[in-house]
T-cell receptor, first 114, second 115 residues
């Protein structure tokens, strides 16, 4: 059982749809992350929130919009996605600014864009 | 410059044998942490083992051990007594003081355990 919960596990959407990915953790971690991952490739960092503030945005297109409503929740709002956005989206959390601590990942959302 | 380098895209190992997955890293910080993750085909990213830059002993967790050679900046993962369930992608990652909350991942090694 993972301590980071992501919903939904699978999502199929059209290019004109709006949907959201959700992530929740109750480990008291104050850093939360969104990654995009293609098959057999490493996760690509998209966003980092530290103490509910956006601290890193890796030049992600505006059709991806992150939100951190509180210290336990992280959302990723999706709008007008492209077929190349089909991927596994991973959420992770870690204690903030403690380099000795690992990230803990959710099981991911497999996103398919039609 | 690549912070983490994994030079083995794919590896094969016979069941019950040991295997070493290579990882080298690049940082100018004195304080950093090195991590290994396993990702089966189902997609979840599983944390395996951690080594701190100040740790004098190599980290071990069950069948996993980390061969840490600080002067060579290498942190190789050793899996002993391989099992079929060890077949997966393995990623080496680093977090350093300069990077703050950012984790740097290598390109991964795909391990296949042969019965």
């Amino acid at each position: 059982d993972t301590e980071v919960t992501q919903t939904p596990k699978h999502l199929v959407m059209g290019m004109t749809n709006k949907k959201s990915l959700k992530c929740e953790q109750h480990m008291g971690h104050r850093a939360m992350y969104w990654y995009k991952q293609k098959a057999k490739k490493p996760p690509e960092l998209m966003f980092v929130y530290s103490y509910e503030k956006l601290s890193i945005n890796e030049s992600v297109p505006s059709r991806f919009s992150p939100e951190c409503p509180n210290s336990s929740l992280l959302n990723l709002h999706l709008h007008a996605l492209q077929p190349e956005d089909s991927a596994l989206y991973l959420c992770a959390s870690s204690p903030a600014a403690l380099f000795a601590q690992p990230q803990h990942f959710g099981d991911g959302t497999r996103l398919s864009i039609l | 410059a690549q912070k983490i380098t994994q030079t083995q895209p794919g590896m094969f190992v016979q069941e019950k044998e040991a295997v070493t997955l290579d990882c080298t890293y690049d940082t100018s910080d004195q304080s950093y942490g090195l991590f290994w993750y396993k990702q089966p085909s189902s997609g979840e990213m599983i944390f395996l083992i951690y080594q701190g830059s100040y740790d004098e002993q190599n980290a071990t967790e069950g069948r996993y051990s980390l061969n840490f050679q600080k002067a060579r900046k290498s942190a190789n993962l050793v899996i002993s007594a391989s099992q079929l369930g060890d077949s997966a992608m393995y990623f080496c990652a680093m977090r350093d003081l300069l990077g703050g909350n950012q984790f740097y991942f290598g390109t991964g090694t795909s391990l296949t355990v042969i019965p």
